[in-house]
């Protein structure tokens, strides 16, 4: 038999036994959380899963049960056993509560290391997969390499009508899905010469292809340009504020 069919195999036996899982959990509707010997996120993407945890990775997952309010969540995890309740209160304070915890919801929590009947962190994984969009106008090639008071001549004796045709808004994003995989939005797959001879240019967008929650931060992850590390700042039904190295980027809820 060859590897990969032999592989393909135990990956749709795996998918099988975790939806059998997954419903028994939710018909019925804790858990061992090992300490993370690091904080490094790993480079190997193939090793995070929202069942299969990463190496390091002290994120619980599991699901919402009946019972969470705005002080506890009750959460099922994946590992199997009986719902344990967690106090939610000093995360909500802190605006550590992503998403608002509906039964069956896919959840991500991170504990307290001093208390364990406390989360930190909560991430409603349901609440955060959509599609997530933000308009961007573009700018003049080079025209920030010139001075600024022959920028604003520039854009002074510009015609309106050619202005109009020329800073057109246009919407960029991504669609997050269940199966932490990410499409682009707005991007085009293959980049076109008239873009080139365009005389303006839009802020370079990153075309994400995967994602993943390792220790509370969400990673988007490129085939070329490896992962972006972000920490979600807000999560409600149509905003989306993510926390980047070097910015901080905002989103609507696309439908």
């Not at 705005?70 to 719902?83: A, H, N």
Request: with cysteine; hydrophobic share 35%.
């Amino acid at each position: 038999m060859r590897p990969k069919t032999l592989t393909k195999m135990k990956n749709t036996l795996f998918i099988s036994v975790f939806t059998a899982t997954i419903i028994t959990a939710i018909t019925a509707c804790g858990g061992n959380s090992g300490k993370a010997k690091s904080d490094e996120i790993p480079t190997d993407s193939m090793a995070y899963s929202i069942v299969k945890k990463a190496k390091g990775d002290s994120t619980l997952y599991g699901l919402a049960c009946d019972g969470c309010t705005d002080s506890v969540v009750v959460f099922l995890p994946y590992e199997g056993g009986d719902p344990v309740t967690y106090e939610i209160i000093d995360a909500l304070r802190m605006g550590k509560v992503f998403g608002r915890p509906k039964i069956g919801d896919r959840l991500a929590l991170m504990i307290n290391p001093a208390d364990k009947e406390e989360a930190t962190l909560v991430i409603n994984l349901d609440d955060l997969q959509g599609s997530w969009c933000n308009t961007f106008m573009p700018k003049f090639r080079d025209l920030d390499k010139m001075p600024q008071r022959l920028q604003r001549r520039i854009m002074t004796n510009m015609p309106d009508s050619v202005r109009q045709k020329l800073l057109v808004p246009k919407e960029f994003g991504f669609e997050i899905k269940g199966s932490n995989t990410v499409s682009p939005i707005g991007l085009r797959q293959m980049a076109q010469t008239t873009d080139e001879m365009s005389p303006v240019e839009y802020p370079k967008q990153k075309r994400y292809s995967e994602w993943h929650i390792y220790n509370g931060h969400l990673l988007l992850e490129t085939k070329k340009h490896g992962i972006d590390t972000a920490d979600i700042v807000l999560l409600r039904p149509d905003t989306l504020v993510l926390r980047f190295k070097d910015k901080e980027q905002g989103y609507y809820k696309k439908n």
